[in-house]
């Protein structure tokens, strides 16, 4: 008989971030102002003349898996006598 137990844990880890106001001058990026553009925008160039700005991105993220697993291994010999 051969009995045991196995534990495993996964770790991914991942980064979505978008770049804005890139400045051609500097040759850095700006910070923008995610507050206030998440405001609904009146008067601008949209298409029904107004503008809101949705964050994509989804930041940093984490996530982990663990598995635990037990096995029992029996092993049955039959012998013939004659």
Known sequence: MLAGAERRRTLVTSTDVYK???DEF?????????????????????????????????????REDRFVSFFLVM???LTREG
């Not at 553009?37 to 930041?59: I, N, W």
């Open 75 to 77: 092993v049955l010999i």
């Open 20 to 22: 804005y106001g890139y």
């Open 26 to 62: 500097s040759l850095n990026y700006k910070p923008i102002d995610e507050f206030k553009l998440g405001r609904m925008l009146d008067s601008t160039q949209g298409v029904f003349g107004t503008y809101s700005y949705s964050r994509k991105e989804a930041g940093f993220r984490e």
